[in-house]
């Protein structure tokens, strides 16, 4: 049989109907969890304004300098969400939520888009259900929203799950943190790859989630964000 004249965009899939049933128990075991702890379903739209995301996630993130997909028209420039968050928070202020009775429990299940070079559990087009706790700051709403997310995957058999968590503060913890991080990664510069020379002027806390075997090394004994932590910020980690 002849290839088809089109075919679908690389690392986008289609859901034929033999795959169906995954796809559907994994939204029908997220309904359940988000039913159980009241949260409350939102869906926004595939297009945002491209600031957003620019601010929201950050410029000199590589979502946004590398991976966003955009739309521009005569006058206006959208992004295809590349991630949850920031267009649910857009949602949060532009419909008054913060009215609600706090916290304001939502989430989704939707397909995002980022461009990058597909490869084993990474797709340009890829589904992704989230839980977003808005208006209140407790250690008790944290926990909560891990343990929603791993009595789902239990319920999903996944096995062998571990739990690792962190902190990375409030701006005065990051301001102080990223000073000693600058000092370090300076006196490594060397030996970081060229994504991570570039990160280390725009936005060096980004270094740290370089999957470059090079750069392992030198993240592994970089200052840890925990040891700067300030008072609140390490008394509500320690409840967590």
């Known amino acids: 049989m002849a290839d088809p004249e089109f075919h679908s965009p690389t690392g986008m899939h289609d859901i034929l109907p033999d795959q169906q049933k995954y796809y ?20 926004t739209p595939v297009l945002e304004d491209k600031e957003l995301f620019e601010r929201g996630t950050g410029t000199s993130t590589d979502v946004v300098q590398k991976q966003m997909y955009t739309v521009k028209t005569k006058n206006d420039e959208f992004a295809m969400r590349p991630e949850g968050t920031p267009g649910i928070a857009r949602a949060y202020i532009e419909h008054g939520m913060k009215s609600w009775p706090k916290p304001v429990r939502l989430w989704y299940l939707e397909p995002f888009f980022r461009h990058e070079k597909p490869q084993a559990g990474r ?16 250690p008790a709403i944290d926990v909560q929203v891990i343990q929603v997310f791993y009595h789902l995957l239990k319920n999903l058999k996944i096995e062998d799950l571990i739990i690792q968590i962190n902190s990375i503060g409030c701006p005065s913890c990051r301001a102080r943190y990223k000073e000693d991080l600058v000092d370090y990664l300076e006196d490594h510069e060397d030996d970081l790859c060229g994504d991570c020379e570039r990160r280390l002027e725009e936005n060096p806390l980004r270094v740290l989630d370089c999957k470059n075997q090079q750069c392992q090394p030198i993240i592994k004994d970089a200052p840890q964000i925990v040891d700067y932590l300030c008072k609140e910020c390490h008394n509500h980690f320690k409840q967590v």
């Open 123 to 138: 797709s340009r087009e890829f589904h992704q259900f989230g839980f977003e706790v808005l208006g209140q700051q407790s």
């Open 24 to 43: 559907e128990k994994i939204t029908r075991a997220v309904k359940e969890m988000a039913d159980f702890y009241r949260f409350q379903r939102i869906t």
